[in-house]
Each structure stands twice: as structure tokens, then as C-alpha cells.
């Protein structure tokens, strides 16, 4: 069996070195690292990743909880995370809650128990107080949260400014002549939902329009329920003329329920949505949306948890939280023509 001794002397280091590059603990040079990489691939080495856990008191794995990883913007983080963690030697275990915060309690004290060495976490929806979050970081395991931020526990996050994002783009439903703007959110119990209705309602209070209650509609993140509200809304004979969609998919389940009734986007509806999905520039018309930096959510989240393993769980820090900027994408959903500009006049009157 090939040893560290052997690695270190066919790539012509000291074995310290190739420790270092192995644990991650000093920064090692990119020649010295690739002569390491060719002696163990040349060797066929192994590295014993859990007697070196035992002996650092570190695992090298990080835990990631997404709430639904079939929605392409946690895909996304995962992605960003990943990289970010290889980049360190970090080996990164993804598992999926579907926003229930008993499955979430049950990830949480799976990944304790595989003695991860710090969590990524997207809390799912909850009323309560997330004292199973608290109990984690309590025990030593970092935690940084994001996209969301749990009610009332101090934790170092990464997320966007949803409050601006929605607004701008609100408000440039407005500047397309729009007053019946209709909101479907996802579940209000999330920070990201309340401050995404937030921005919604400060861009109408801006322009002197009341908000109307029954244009405000609760979802829960999911196509089924973009879906469902949109059909609600639009059946009506005083539907609203344009809809602001608090993310991807529920957008998607409007476009169905909005070719079922063969409506025209935007000529009977414009419709704009809160994320940027990888189709939104190839659907017809293309989706205006308020893109998210995903992969950049998830890579600088990553970094943050490494650098509060690698700074000891023992030392007293401040909470960090990183907000991100999020960019407006005009497409041809919102556009204003002639046939939608008449209908959004006899709207107004």
C-alpha cells in the first residue's frame, strides 16, 4: 500500500506539504499541487479520509439542505456550493426537505451524526421559532443559511435585496401603464415571500395606487400553485392586466393557466416574475424576471461556512450576513403593444 512518505518523495515535496494539500489547512502552491496530483494518480493513492477525521477532529464534509431541489434556483446554489467547496477539499452531501421542517429536523441530525464539519441550510417554511437550527450551532456546527432567513436566530446568511428587486420590477409594470397589478407570493411564513410582497406594495404606494387585497395571493413556491391562483384571477371579468410572480415555477404554472384561457401575453396579461429560469429567454414571448446571482448565493455561502470551520467553533464571532444585488431583465412579457395599451386604457377608467 503506497504511503504519504512515497507521495511526498515522488513529487519531490516535504510529506508536511502534501498533508497541507490533503487537509486543506495551508494554502499549498499550484506547481507543488499538481506534482502532488501526479504522484498519487502515478501512485494510485489513496488518501484514508476517515483516520484523518479523527486525527484533525474534521470530517471535510459540509451538509447542504435545500428545500426542493427540482426548482432550478436552489440547482443552482448546489452548484456554486460545490465548487466552492472543492475547491477547498470539501466534500459536499445535498438533501432535499420539500419545505417540511420535519424532514428538515431529521436531515439536520443526520448530517450531526455523519459529523459534518458545518451545514448550508434553506430553511423550509415554519410559524415556530427553529430551535433545531439553534440546538445545531449550539453543539459546534456552523451554519450559514441561505436565500432565507430564520424569524428570531442570529446566523450568518447570504441573500438577495428582494424588497428593491420586486419594486423596480413593479414599478416598471407601471411605467407600461399597468394599475391592476395582481401578486402571487409564495408562502408568507418565508422572509423571502414577505419581503418580495413588501417591495410589491412600496412600489404602488410610490405611484399613489391602493393595493387591492383581492389581487394579493398567497402560493407556496410551486408550479401547482402559480397555476392555480392564475386560473382564480383571470376567469374573472375585472381580471388584472398584469401579474407579479414571486418565482420561477409559479410563473410557469401561470403561462399554462394562462394558454388554457387563451390569453395573450402581454396583450391581455403581462406577466413578469421574481428569478430568472433558463428557459425565460427561449418562451414566447420571452419572461421579464428579477435574476438572482444563484450560483453566486450558494459559492459565497460556502466560503463563509469554510471560513468559520477553519477559524475554530470555539472562537466568538459576529453574525455575517451578505446581500447580494439582483438585476431586472426586460423581455417581451411586459412590452407594451397597441392591442394591450387600449385594454390597459379602458382598464384605468
Request: proline share 4%; aromatic share 4%.
Amino acid at each position: 500500500m503506497t504511503t504519504i512518505k512515497e507521495v511526498a518523495k515522488r513529487a519531490k515535496v516535504s510529506v508536511g506539504t502534501v498533508s497541507h494539500f490533503l487537509t486543506g489547512a495551508f494554502t499549498v502552491s499550484r506547481a507543488r499541487s499538481d506534482r502532488i496530483l501526479a504522484a498519487m494518480r502515478d501512485l494510485n493513492y489513496h488518501p484514508n479520509d476517515i483516520a484523518r477525521s479523527l486525527k484533525l477532529n474534521r470530517s471535510h464534509m459540509l451538509g447542504m439542505v435545500v428545500s426542493d431541489i427540482t426548482n432550478p434556483f436552489f440547482s443552482q446554489l448546489v452548484r456554486g456550493a460545490e465548487e466552492a467547496a472543492l475547491q477547498k477539499n470539501y466534500l459536499l452531501l445535498t438533501f432535499n426537505t420539500d419545505d417540511k421542517v420535519e424532514r428538515e429536523t431529521q436531515m439536520l441530525t443526520v448530517l450531526r451524526k455523519r459529523r459534518v464539519d458545518g451545514v448550508l441550510l434553506v430553511i423550509a417554511p415554519s410559524s415556530g421559532f427553529p430551535s433545531h437550527v439553534k440546538e445545531l450551532i449550539a453543539n459546534g456546527t456552523p451554519v450559514v443559511c441561505l436565500d432565507r432567513v430564520p424569524r428570531g436566530l442570529r446566523v450568518d446568511s447570504v441573500t438577495v435585496n428582494n424588497i428593491r428587486g420586486t419594486r423596480e420590477c413593479v414599478e416598471h409594470l407601471i411605467d407600461q401603464g399597468h394599475r391592476k397589478i395582481a401578486i402571487l407570493t409564495g408562502s408568507l411564513l418565508l422572509q423571502t415571500a414577505q419581503e418580495r410582497l413588501q417591495g410589491y406594495k412600496q412600489a404602488l404606494a410610490a405611484r399613489k395606487i391602493e393595493v387591492d387585497p383581492r389581487l394579493v395571493c398567497e402560493g407556496n413556491f410551486r408550479m401547482e400553485s402559480g397555476y392555480l391562483l392564475a386560473r382564480d384571477l383571470l376567469v374573472e371579468a375585472n381580471r388584472p392586466t398584469a401579474m407579479f410572480v414571486s418565482n420561477g415555477l409559479m410563473a410557469l404554472g401561470v403561462l399554462k393557466a394562462m394558454n388554457e384561457l387563451q390569453l395573450k401575453c402581454p396583450q391581455d396579461v403581462a406577466l413578469a416574475s421574481f428569478d430568472d429560469l433558463a428557459i425565460s429567454e427561449v418562451l414566447h414571448p420571452p419572461l421579464t424576471s428579477v435574476v438572482q446571482p444563484a450560483y453566486e448565493i450558494g459559492r459565497r455561502g460556502a466560503e463563509l461556512l469554510m471560513q468559520r470551520i477553519e477559524s475554530g467553533s470555539g472562537k466568538p464571532w459576529r453574525v455575517t450576513r451578505v446581500h447580494l444585488t439582483t438585476e431586472l431583465q426586460i423581455r417581451g412579457s411586459t412590452v407594451a403593444t397597441e392591442a394591450a395599451g387600449g385594454r390597459i386604457a379602458s382598464a384605468r377608467q
